[in-house]
Each structure stands twice: as structure tokens, then as C-alpha cells.
């Protein structure tokens, strides 16, 4: 038990990286114009699909599963005449003859998207081998997309990319040639438009000079918006094409939080849960939250439910094994006291 507790102390002093990582850090005084980067014609068709990819709340998310051999899909599918959600993902190596993997649904909070009905769904493939490829579809009310390519690599090997804060929408405020960008509603949210503009590059970059990664760790703030509807900054986050082939490992922070009860219901209806565990060759990783609100202010800390989960979950976690914990918000001392975070 004490071997434990020093990793566990250890661990959550920070987020620490391991193996082969790349950092890419976002804050807005590292802001980019949108229109001054990428090449004008680059920029110039981004602004003519925003419109599509904001309104578009039914993109793929991918996380990791509880080990190699699994893969944990989560998407919308909007309500239409009626017809029942279909959590599906069909999934396999050949793509004319792909295995159905039944999930969960639920209704998303209609506030949140404009008063239309969405579900979310989730599902867990499994069965998974290293160094394959894969296809798959997702149902969206009984109508199955097109087929998208998933490679896994190595199992016995780590290769990720870790970012910290996209926050896409933060950049209101900011000169965009010369106007400055808004953190409007949906397609007016030029912010969030500049930012998905942003991080569509920043992980194309990432991926082509780092190739055969892994996975992604993204360390909380997916998306800006406090208070109010984010869902055309979650559109924006999950438009990038290389996230339909790379799971995210994503940690829960202040800005992603519930513009209702600031529970993070719409982080977990989009990406999955608030805290959860996976192994990866021979490291078990953890993420956390520890964005704990009372009304519309926040602290730094766990829950008595998040402290008795990851004690169990690390009791079945050989003593020798290395351990990544990570979380959102900085926590200073001994006591794990908050640090003032905006």
C-alpha cells in the first residue's frame, strides 16, 4: 500500500507523458489569424463549410477502450419522424461483411442544440488486433454512414500525441483581418470557426511529422463556451478528419462543463465519461475531473465517488506497473487544494 501511495502522489503532482509524445500547447497569446495563415484559399474554404460543420452535431468521437483490443465510439443522431435511435457501430476487417456492436442511447438536453431533438449514442467494439485495418459505419437512425478506415499498430508500443487546452472559441475578441471574432451562437461563432480552422491544422501538422501514433491525450478544455449552448464548438472540435481514425484520451476541464448544471452532461453525451481508466502497453493511464462546481464557480479537487472509484480501480493495478493520472485543473499541495485556473 505505501509502494501505491507514492505512485499515487507522485502521479498527481501533474500529468506526466510518456513514450514517444508530442507536445502542442494552445493559449491565445499564441493566437493565429485564420485568414493570415494555411494560405488564403485553405482559409477561404474553411469559411464556406463552416456552416455545414457547425450545425453538424452527429460527428464521430473515438476514445480509447479499456485495452488495445477495444474501441469506444460515441455520436448524435438527430430525432426524425419518429424513429428510434439505433446505437450501432458495424465493424471489421472486411468491409462487405462488418459485425454489428450494439451500444446505449439516450435523449440529449434540447437546449443545448437549438430545440432539435438529438440522441446520443455510445458503443464499445471489441476484438481488436494489432497492426490491422479495419472499417467501420456507425447507424444514425437505422441509416448506416459511409465506411471509414481504422489501422492499429503495435500493441506493445506508445506513441502519442498530447495537447493541452484547444479550447476552440477562445479566441473572441481577437482581429480577425479587420473585424474581431465573436463568441456568438452557432454558425455566428467566428471564434470558434478561427479555432477549428486552427486545430484542423495543428493536427494535420502533428500527424504527418509524427506518423504511426497511438492516440491522442487531450488535457481538458475541449471547447470555451461557459454558461451557454457549446455544441458548434464540439462540432468544430470533432471536424477534423484524422480524428475519424485516432481515438482522443480526453480529460474534462472548467470550460467543458454543462451550460445547465455544470455536471460536464454534455462532455459526456459527446466524448464519454468524466473520469475512466485504460491500459496501454505497460502503462495504466487515469483521467479525472477535478472541476468541481458550486453554481457557476469551480474548485480544484475529487469527489468522495471519484476517490473510492480510483482507489478500486488501482487495486487491480500490479504495484510495478507505471501510472499516468491526469486532470484539468492544477493542484498545489499535499492536500490537493485548488489553484486558482481560468
Request: one cysteine or more; charged letters at 20%.
Amino acid at each position: 500500500m505505501q509502494t501505491r501511495e507514492k505512485i499515487l502522489a507522485s502521479v498527481l503532482s501533474g500529468a506526466l507523458l510518456v513514450g514517444a509524445c508530442a507536445p502542442a500547447l494552445a493559449a491565445t497569446v499564441h493566437y493565429n489569424d485564420g485568414s493570415t495563415v494555411g494560405g488564403s484559399e485553405a482559409w477561404k474554404a474553411w469559411t464556406e463549410s463552416w456552416a455545414s460543420v457547425a450545425t453538424d452535431y452527429t460527428k464521430v468521437s473515438l476514445t480509447p477502450g479499456k485495452n488495445e483490443t477495444e474501441l469506444n465510439f460515441a455520436w448524435y443522431s438527430k430525432v426524425e419522424d419518429g424513429k428510434a435511435a439505433t446505437p450501432v457501430v458495424h465493424f471489421g476487417a472486411d468491409k462487405a461483411r462488418l459485425t454489428a456492436f450494439t451500444g446505449i442511447s439516450a435523449d440529449v438536453d434540447q437546449s443545448l442544440t437549438d430545440g432539435v431533438a438529438y440522441v446520443y449514442n455510445h458503443v464499445t467494439v471489441t476484438g481488436l488486433a494489432e497492426n490491422s485495418t479495419y472499417y467501420y459505419t456507425v447507424e444514425k437512425n437505422s441509416v448506416e454512414t459511409e465506411p471509414v478506415e481504422y489501422k492499429t499498430g503495435s500493441f506493445s508500443s506508445i506513441k502519442m500525441l498530447y495537447v493541452g487546452e484547444p479550447q476552440l472559441g477562445a479566441s473572441q475578441g481577437q482581429p480577425q483581418g479587420t473585424d474581431s471574432l465573436a463568441a456568438d451562437a452557432g454558425v455566428a461563432n467566428t471564434a470558434a470557426r478561427n479555432d477549428s480552422f486552427g486545430w484542423n491544422r495543428t493536427l494535420e501538422i502533428a500527424t504527418e511529422q509524427n506518423p504511426g501514433i497511438n492516440f491522442i491525450i487531450s488535457a481538458g478544455d475541449q471547447v470555451n463556451k461557459t454558461g451557454q449552448a457549446k455544441e458548434e464548438e464540439y462540432a468544430g472540435y470533432l471536424s477534423p478528419d484524422v480524428l475519424a481514425s485516432l481515438p482522443v484520451a480526453t480529460t474534462i476541464g472548467n470550460h467543458d462543463k454543462s451550460s445547465v448544471d455544470y455536471t460536464g452532461d454534455t462532455y459526456r453525451d459527446v466524448l464519454g465519461p468524466r473520469w475512466y481508466s485504460f491500459n496501454r502497453g505497460e502503462v495504466h493511464f487515469v483521467a479525472m475531473d477535478n472541476c468541481l462546481f458550486s453554481g457557476q464557480d469551480y474548485t480544484g479537487g475529487f469527489t468522495d465517488e471519484q476517490v473510492a472509484w480510483l482507489e478500486k480501480d488501482l487495486s487491480f493495478v500490479p504495484t510495478s506497473q507505471m501510472i499516468v493520472v491526469y486532470y484539468q485543473t492544477p493542484l498545489r499541495d499535499k492536500n490537493y487544494h485548488q489553484r486558482p485556473h481560468r
